[in-house]
């Protein structure tokens, strides 16, 4: 009897023994996954970092180029302004070769 439950004893520390082995070469994949899985995230997180730069540059330069646009129409505002200014006022340079107040200057020309 003794024999046997030192047989039973020794089949349970093996089968133990080899379900710990077991244990521990899963445990082992297992952490050898997770560590290809971060270093994956962490080239994923570097590439989307790069294109989050990418994407920011790419908006300051549309937001530079309607700043631009606007003060390019701003000046052609302004310089229809000044032209105008200039007819309506009769400025010198401009009474030799352009009828400036209409009426009776412009039906002589």
Do not use: C, Y
């Amino acid at each position: 009897v003794q024999a046997m439950a030192q047989g039973v004893s020794a089949l349970a520390d093996r089968e133990q023994t080899e379900l710990q082995a077991q244990w521990q070469q899963e445990d082992i994949t297992h952490r050898q996954l997770e560590k290809a899985w971060r270093e994956q995230d962490l080239r994923f997180r570097k590439v989307e970092r790069e294109w989050r730069r990418i994407d920011n540059k790419r908006r300051r330069v549309e937001e530079k180029t309607q700043q631009v646009a606007l003060l390019a129409r701003l000046s052609a505002l302004m310089g229809g302004f000044q032209v105008a200014m200039f007819i309506n006022q009769g400025h010198p340079a401009l009474s030799d070769t352009w009828p400036v107040q209409g009426g009776e200057d412009a039906a002589d020309a």
